[in-house]
């Protein structure tokens, strides 16, 4: 059973218009909460293709999705285009990213997502390709070290972090998650007044950094409207600045994207309250080429 909670559910499905009998493609299955909203909307005529690149979030949604028109695929959702491709289908209605982390992610102690997992510090979406974090840790000079601590977590205190980790791994290798969260916590001051954990901003580096987790999105965003029918539609739920960035700079810049969304949609207060995991979501819908200029919710 999962933990994850769909994020701006009812904007998003009202924004993505989908008619009974539609094709929809979830790239981001985690959970299936957003997949199963999409079912519902497409219909038993319609069809559903989900993709993660999570193999247990790939295995519990054959489970969930056994027996329904849903097509549950082990793929990077940069390769979107290949998937269609092996499904002979050639375009879709819709297309749904709802980027990052599953709250049965981070529930997972053996993956080192959770700052308090004694687990290892892997940070992997899929553990079949590329290396642990930890191994990162472990070989990555300083400076380096810092610079990617800055660039993809925003953190001020990147040098001093990268310091102590250099410092620390002489004496003894940081494999683990909670590990790393006391080191961070040692070098970071607390600003006062701010709720999130010191170590947040270092583990949000290490886990795009490992998962290449900014490429994977500019490339999904130069492939979708080659997935996308005339018309059809792509909402993308990003969770902190750097990818929301990416998002409005793709949807403007291509000319096969009419932006929908002139401001990110974010979570009214009640969503936030009832689900903490969607305060800093934000999303943002294009419509494939099509020449109005309609805009969502009149955001
Ligand atoms: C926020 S969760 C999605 C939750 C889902 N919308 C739901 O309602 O349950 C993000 C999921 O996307 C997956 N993911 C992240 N980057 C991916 C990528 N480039 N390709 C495919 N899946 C990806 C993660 O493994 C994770 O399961």
């Known amino acids: ?53 999570d193999i247990g979030a790939v295995e519990a949604g054959r489970i969930r999705f056994a027996g329904r028109p849903v097509d549950v695929v082990h793929a990077n959702f940069d390769a979107m285009r290949g998937v269609l491709d092996s499904l002979n289908r050639s375009a879709v209605d819709a297309i749904v990213l709802d980027v990052g982390l599953s709250s049965d992610q981070l529930a997972d102690a053996s993956r080192g997502f959770s700052y308090e997992s004694t687990g290892e510090l892997d940070l992997r979406f899929d553990t079949s390709v590329g290396e642990p974090a930890w191994r990162r840790l472990e070989r990555m000079p300083e400076r380096e070290l810092a610079d990617l601590i800055f660039a993809l977590g925003e953190e001020r205190y990147s040098r001093r972090i990268a310091r102590t980790i250099v410092e620390e791994r002489r004496r003894a290798p940081i494999r683990t998650a909670d590990h790393l969260a006391r080191l961070v916590r040692r070098s970071v001051r607390r600003t006062p007044g701010l709720k999130i954990d010191p170590a947040t901003r270092t583990f ?30 792509i909402a993308v739920i990003s969770f902190h600045s750097l990818e929301d960035r990416i998002v ?50 009149g955001r």
């Open 1 to 53: 059973m999962t933990a994850h909670v769909p994020v701006l559910a009812d904007v998003l499905l009202a924004e993505l218009r989908l008619d009974p009998g539609a094709v929809a493609l979830d790239g981001t299955l985690g959970g299936g909460g957003h997949a199963q909203l999409l079912l519902d909307a497409v219909g038993p005529d319609g069809r559903v293709v989900a993709l993660d690149r």
């Open 248 to 297: 409005k700079n793709a949807f403007r810049q291509d000319p096969r994207y009419n932006v929908l969304t002139k401001k990110p949609i974010r979570p009214i207060e009640a969503e936030s309250r009832r689900n903490p995991r969607s305060r800093s979501a934000r999303l943002r819908i294009a419509r494939h080429h099509v020449g109005t200029t309609e805009s969502a919710a």
């Open 204 to 233: 949000q580096a290490l886990r795009i950094a490992v998962n290449d987790e900014l490429g994977a999105l500019e490339r999904a965003l130069r492939a979708a409207p080659d997935c996308l029918k005339p018309g059809g539609r």
